[in-house]
């Protein structure tokens, strides 16, 4: 590695501070800390200068990959470029400095803020109430099916099934499982879309309700949804939409007005904040009418111009998150979307929708489309041309690093063999994109005349191909001192 650890640069008595002389009496560290709580020995921190601290940092970022230095086009994520002025916003002291256990009289504005947010929320989705609390999509799902749950128990039965397309993301099933419903496979039909058919032999009373992602993870809008909606409403069930791509549709089309319950919005991809590495997402819950007594509390309630938290809501699910969730998230995506207006959200997604199929277009000759439907805001490719001169589509993504570009999402869904997705977002330029469509098409080329060549990139980046098996069970990534290894 280029870049050694900071443990390695220090040396001892370096500091990168100096602090004034001491102006008070000095005290015994003994007097003021119980013995008992004191360390034997001193912390082995490494010793630095200033600038041995920034260069080392600098350094490490350059080696990462991330929005800010170029094109991103991990499908399904919506990496798009995060304005600024959202951080500013969010480092604000009024906001990063305030404590959740705060009395609700001290942080009216963060309430404010808060009580607008989910009503800008509900406006583009067209429901009747939203909770924020959710820290992530798929806390959002599991959230989403609690108040399913409690609907339906509220009748009575709790039932049993939640079903969802054979294309879902694998957090669906995932949420439906650990919510206690058994997860029911639907197959996609020939044109990429929820399979009509299928879905009607499995509907009965057991089934709570189906998952559906719109437009879906290939990219492409769930057109026959009114008869979808139609068959769950014969048999009682209730219609969750994943609304991870929802930057396909702002001012476009509203998720309530599609007859959908509960819809999950991940602010930190529609809604432009940094996300990636796990970093905070916040994933708000936005709900019809029928579901809005089992959201979470508390609820943020507005008397006159006051705001205050409601707890008494005996039908709610409870608390699903530590306090409100992720606050700075909330920031960021207030600011983005008072910054866009509504005018502007909806040129987003048209943006995002007229990236893609300006992409589409330029690679479709090179590469395979399972599914030639219009796609919106992402699109799906396979490597199976590719695969025939034994080139897979991780070497492809792979390549792609030695051209400067973030891979694509790969091997989903998992409908398609060797898949590529691909979602260039809103905020690129043509000239990005023909940059990134030149690229594909040169690996396309590649594979055809060297395939040799894909098998060994990335031969630009710090570190070739890892085993991410390993990498991934076998993490180390805490120092250890000498004197804790001895
Ligand atoms: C990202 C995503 C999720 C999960 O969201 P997280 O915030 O990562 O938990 C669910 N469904 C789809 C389609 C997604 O793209």
């Not at 015994?28 to 020995?41: G, H, M, Q, T």
């Not at 309700?209 to 909606?229: C, D, H, R, W, Y």
Request: hydrophobic residues 40%; aromatic residues 8%; negative net charge.
């Amino acid at each position: 590695m280029p870049e050694k650890l900071i443990f390695e640069l220090s040396s001892p008595g370096r500091t990168g501070y100096t602090l004034p002389e001491l102006d008070v009496p000095e005290m015994a560290v003994e007097d003021c800390i119980p013995s008992r709580f004191l360390r034997k020995r001193e912390p082995e921190l490494p010793e630095v200068a200033e600038n041995d601290v920034i260069r080392h940092f600098i350094g490490l970022s350059r080696l990462n990959y991330h929005v800010d230095k170029g094109f991103y086009p991990l499908g399904s994520c919506t990496m798009k470029y995060n304005p600024k002025v959202n951080e500013v916003a969010a480092r604000m002291e009024g906001f990063a400095a305030i404590h959740p256990h705060q009395d609700p009289e001290d942080v009216q504005g963060a309430l404010e803020l808060m009580y607008e947010l989910e009503r800008y929320l509900c406006e583009i989705v067209g429901m009747k109430a939203a909770s924020l609390q959710p820290a992530a999509g798929a806390h959002g799902e599991l959230t989403g099916l609690m108040l399913i749950r409690a609907y339906h128990e509220d009748r009575g039965n709790p039932r049993k099934k939640v079903l969802l397309p054979d294309s879902a993301h694998g957090t669906n099933p995932a949420s439906a499982t650990i919510s206690g419903y058994q997860a029911v496979q639907i197959r996609s039909n020939e044109k990429g879309l929820i399979d009509l058919e299928d879905l009607k032999a499995h509907l009965d009373e057991e089934v709570a309700a189906l998952m559906l992602t719109n437009p879906n993870t290939l990219g492409l809008f769930e057109s026959q949804i009114e008869e979808v909606k139609a068959a769950l409403d014969e048999v009682g069930a209730l219609l969750y939409m994943d609304g991870a791509n929802l930057n396909a549709l702002l001012g476009i089309v509203r998720p309530g007005d599609l007859g959908f319950d509960v819809v999950h919005i991940n602010l930190h991809k529609t809604f432009s904040t940094p996300h990636g590495g796990g970093g905070p997402g916040s994933g708000p819950i936005a709900v019809s009418e029928r579901l809005v007594e089992y959201l979470p509390v508390p609820r943020i309630r507005k008397d006159g111009e006051k705001f205050s938290l409601d707890y008494d809501r005996p039908k709610s699910v409870g608390k699903i998150s530590t306090f409100f969730g992720n606050f700075g998230v909330m920031v960021r995506a207030f600011t983005y979307i008072r910054m866009m207006g509504s005018d502007g959200l909806k040129q987003v997604s048209r943006n995002a929708i007229l990236n893609a199929n300006y992409l589409l277009e330029r690679l479709k000759p090179y590469y395979d489309l399972p599914y030639p439907t219009r796609p919106m805001h992402e699109f799906v490719l396979s490597g199976n041309r590719q695969k025939k001169h034994g080139v897979r589509t991780t070497d492809i993504a792979k390549r792609l690093l030695d051209f400067g570009f973030h891979a694509p999402t790969i091997y989903f869904p998992l409908i398609v063999p060797e898949a590529l997705m691909i979602e260039p977002t809103d905020t690129e330029s043509k000239e990005t994109l023909d940059a990134f469509a030149d690229a594909m098409i040169q690996i396309a080329r590649e594979a055809e005349e060297n395939p040799e060549k894909l098998k060994e990139a990335p031969v630009t980046t710090p570190v070739s191909r890892l085993d991410e098996a390993r990498a991934a069970r076998d993490l180390r990534i805490r120092w250890q001192p000498e004197s804790v290894m001895s």
